[in-house]
């Protein structure tokens, strides 16, 4: 044969043109939003029957004039735009009337419902064929009955339902931060924190760009804006969350010190990382800490703000000064918290503090009552269990209590449980994301985002459920309109190297049968928002004896359009390293060009059995259990296609080799292409 025919056939054999692609079921819903059945934070009462208010000819119409109606109104109308790209008009042959017990006709229906409360908070909602109606209690019960109202709106009407509801706890409080980052992550959280029923936000407010910082050289240059801040305060309140400054102050106050500034203001004068001050030096408080209360009040017109606090004597010696020394922690601390009191009192404004600090096993039988009993005392607790009782210790020593719980599974609704059971004031969800890490609550540490959804659920029903809790936060965060989108699902057969199941140590992982992925659905299947084909799993190489024979990558032929690509995927393995790039898909369109998308561990995939949800970039997909009860979860990562004009030609999954090794187990194409 001569050399140019040999040529011409391999050429023909390795074009990506000649290859066949692989089989594609169209279904009309690839990708679909669709409403939760659930409600978040589930009622105490609740029932639903078949059927809807329908949507035509339904408007709104407000009884009574309280600003919360106003507010119920406008997230209403708000929810009917996002959701169905539609308006909700005042009036209508049907209407949804909100109102408070304040009316008495509305009073009347709902007693005739069998439906009244009077709880504070409270509310009394029912839909049906006449009509939807929104009780409160008071105000903030109309509001919050609203909220639940917005969560019953579906694409063919409101669902059938009669509830009736009230919180557990008085205070529901989440954590904010303020810095340069946040305006638009705190426009986003502001609204989802209020459907989830909190009544406040306890708000991060070290590094604002106080005008005594900018004087004096100290204000941090990634710090929010006076203007900014008081922007966020005015939308919490608008949204029913009371302001809660938080400004740490005799621990964590490197704010203080930013710039190398206020250094004769130091506790430890050896300190490396600065961290506490010198309460015996009378500039601490009128050069730094007064100026910026007084600041703090004018912004944010408080109720109460958290003086921090915390953690005092954790990192530098504390008294390290002689004179500090000759007084004593205790006289020190006392000192400086009634200072603090003393100075927020004359301007109406109340204390409140982290709890262990004061209530140190040390000290809790001296110090405490030296302590004004006004000040509320945040205990956090940030480890699962059911039984804390120094909630109880606290309140027996005269103070106002409130449990602060983090993002740890099982934490946050142990904790709100046992405040419920000790009649604590409330409970709150802390942040701690980083004071400059606003961004991370969607993509780094999305966990602490998700923690809010579970964390609002047990403090409004301490009793109540919440299932899927990445799911809602997603859905709550970054809402999208309700509506199906066609597409075609991939089927993935004729390349899978790995059974979802191991009857004999030689499918998926090599771990036996009850270490495997046989409770994930197969075939043609609903996983999340998604549809996939599931047949199996094309598992790519990896450092592990059980994939180190696998291929290094895996090529789909597709030759199709589409606006996006939906992958369930995920890695045999975990990975040690955030971010580590594990591999990449390789996208060839017809045009011979190529984008390389790549795969960030934690980001955009993670493990079967890594259920910790660190990024909202890959979207939640199916969760389960092995046959021994390991938690397990595949995600869906959904990559849009910059070029939707120009087919799909191929697309290759590759491996890097490490220990995390791709694996693929679905692909659908979302839409159509242009």
Request: hydrophobic share 40%; charged share 20%.
């Amino acid at each position: 044969m001569r050399p140019a025919s040999i040529f011409l056939i391999t050429s023909l054999l390795l074009s990506p043109v000649l290859a066949a692609p692989l089989p594609v079921t169209a279904v009309p819903d690839a990708k679909a939003v669709q409403p939760s059945p659930n409600l978040v934070p589930q009622p105490k009462k609740a029932e639903f029957s078949t059927g809807a208010l329908p949507l035509s000819g339904l408007g709104v119409r407000v009884v009574g004039n309280a600003p919360e109606l106003g507010w119920a109104v406008r997230d209403l109308r708000g929810e009917w735009q996002t959701r169905l790209g539609a308006s909700l008009p005042d009036g209508g042959n049907r209407s949804i009337v909100i109102g408070t017990r304040a009316d008495a006709g509305l009073a009347a229906k709902a007693r005739a419902a069998g439906l009244y409360t009077d709880a504070a908070e409270g509310y009394a909602l029912w839909v049906d064929g006449t009509g939807a109606y929104v009780m409160g209690a008071d105000p903030k019960g109309a509001y919050y009955g609203a909220q639940t109202l917005q969560q019953l709106l579906t694409p063919g009407g409101i669902r059938f339902a009669r509830v009736q509801d009230s919180p557990t706890l008085k205070q529901r409080v989440a954590m904010l931060y303020l810095d340069g980052s946040g305006g638009a992550v705190n426009d986003r959280l502001i609204p989802m924190l209020a459907g989830l029923k909190y009544n406040a936000v306890l708000v991060m407010s070290n590094y604002v760009q106080w005008d005594v910082a900018r004087a004096g050289g100290w204000a941090h240059p990634g710090g929010a804006t006076k203007a900014e801040a008081a922007r966020v305060a005015k939308l919490a309140r608008e949204h029913g969350l009371e302001v809660i400054p938080l400004i740490e102050t005799l621990g964590h106050t490197q704010w203080m010190f930013q710039g190398g500034k206020n250094l004769d203001l130091v506790q430890d004068p050896d300190s490396q990382n600065p961290f506490a001050y010198d309460t015996l030096n009378p500039q601490t408080y009128d050069r730094v800490v007064f100026p910026v209360l007084r600041e703090a009040v004018e912004v944010f017109r408080p109720n109460v703000i958290h003086i921090g606090h915390d953690e005092v004597r954790n990192r530098d010696r504390f008294p390290a000064r002689a004179n500090g020394k000759a007084a004593g922690f205790e006289k020190l601390f006392v000192d400086d918290t009634v200072k603090l009191h003393d100075f927020l009192r004359a301007q109406n404004v109340g204390t409140m503090i982290w709890h262990d600090a004061a209530f140190a096993d040390s000290v809790i039988d001296t110090l405490p009552a030296r302590l004004p009993k006004d000040i509320q005392v945040a205990y956090w607790a940030y480890a699962p269990g059911t039984e804390f009782p120094m909630l109880s210790r606290i309140e027996a020593l005269g103070f106002p209590v409130l449990g602060a719980s983090w993002h740890e599974p099982g934490n946050t609704e142990g904790l709100a449980g046992a405040a419920a059971r000790t009649g604590a004031a409330g409970m709150i969800q802390t942040r701690w994301s980083g004071y400059f890490g606003n961004p991370s609550i969607w993509d780094g540490q999305a966990e602490q985002g998700v923690a809010f959804v579970r964390a609002g659920a047990s403090f409004w029903n301490p009793a109540g459920k919440v299932t899927g809790a990445d799911a809602v936060f997603r859905d709550l965060y970054a809402p999208g309109a309700y509506r199906n989108t066609a597409g075609a699902l991939v089927n993935l057969a004729p390349l899978v190297n790995r059974k979802l199941t191991d009857e004999g140590g030689q499918g998926w992982i090599f771990k036996g049968p009850d270490t495997d992925l046989r409770n994930l659905p197969s075939g043609n299947v609903r996983l999340g928002s998604y549809r996939f084909d599931v047949r199996g799993a094309v598992m790519l190489r990896g450092n592990r004896a059980a994939a180190k024979g696998l291929p290094e990558r895996v090529t789909v032929e597709l030759g199709r359009k589409a606006d996006a690509l939906a992958l369930l995927h995920t890695t045999g393995w975990p990975s040690p390293t955030p971010r580590d790039v594990i591999g990449r898909y390789e996208v060839r369109y017809a045009d011979g060009s190529v984008v390389n998308v790549p795969l960030e561990y934690g980001r955009n995939i993670r493990a079967w059995t890594d259920t910790v949800t660190t990024s909202m970039i890959a979207a939640p997909g199916w969760r389960g259990k092995t046959r021994d009860g390991l938690d397990v979860n595949v995600p869906v990562l959904e990559w849009t296609n910059p070029k939707p004009n120009v087919a799909i030609q191929s697309v290759t999954l590759v491996s890097e080799g490490k220990g995390a090794n791709p694996t693929l187990i679905g692909m659908t194409l979302v839409g159509g292409g242009k």
